[in-house]
């Protein structure tokens, strides 16, 4: 499995989560999605960059750390 078979595209993110991340505030890109691994962040496709990985939580609360990983990505200045 290559490493982009682990991302949840941006548009899945809002029919799962009801939020939408963010274009990408390094390349401007839209092509970012969530990291589906055990410490889930939001990636983008084409430069790479990363937000913050949510690793707090058991593994339980997964959905909710994924939420808040969108959350994070989005709060940016």
Known sequence: MRWH???LPRDECELRFGV???HCPFCASFA???YLGPTPHITCVDCN???PQI???R???LDYRQY???LKWNMRV
């Open 32 to 34: 970012v999605g969530l």
């Open 68 to 70: 808040q990983a969108i």
């Open 20 to 22: 939408k991340p963010k």
């Open 59 to 61: 593994r339980e609360d």
């Open 49 to 51: 960059a990363d937000g």
């Open 55 to 57: 690793s707090e939580g």
């Open 5 to 7: 078979d682990r991302i």
